[in-house]
C-alpha cells in the first residue's frame, strides 16, 4: 500500500465524527458506587454509550458520579454549565437520560 496524505486525510475524516457535534453534548450522571460491583450489566450498557472524561468517588453519598460525552446528552454551548442526568433503562433495553430538577 502507498502513503500519501491524501489517504491519510481521507482516513481521519472517516473516523472523526463532525467536530461542530465532538464534545458538546455533555452530561453529568451518577451511579451507586454498588452497582458497577452487583449490576455489571447496567453499567456496561451506560457505558457503551458514552465517552467519559472524569470519574469521582463521592464517598459521602456512596456514588461515583461521571462526566461524559453522550447522544444521550443535550448540546452544551461554551460557557454553560453542564446538567445533570438520570439515567434509566427500559424494558425493552433502551437506554435514556433524563434532566434532573427538570
Not at 37 to 61: N, Y
Request: hydrophobic share 40%; glycine share 6%; proline share 3%.
Amino acid at each position: 500500500m502507498h502513503y500519501s496524505e491524501e489517504r491519510e486525510e481521507d482516513a481521519r475524516k472517516a473516523l472523526s465524527p463532525p467536530r461542530k457535534v465532538v464534545g458538546t453534548r455533555r452530561g453529568v450522571f451518577a451511579l451507586p458506587a454498588r452497582a458497577v460491583l452487583e449490576k455489571q450489566w447496567f453499567v456496561t450498557r451506560v457505558m457503551g454509550l458514552c465517552a467519559i472524561l472524569k470519574a469521582e468517588s463521592l464517598v459521602l453519598h456512596d456514588v461515583i458520579e461521571y462526566h461524559a460525552i453522550s447522544d444521550l446528552f443535550d448540546v452544551v454551548e461554551r460557557g454553560q454549565i453542564t446538567q445533570n442526568y438520570d439515567i434509566s433503562i427500559a424494558d425493552n433495553g433502551e437506554v435514556t437520560a433524563k434532566k434532573r430538577g427538570g
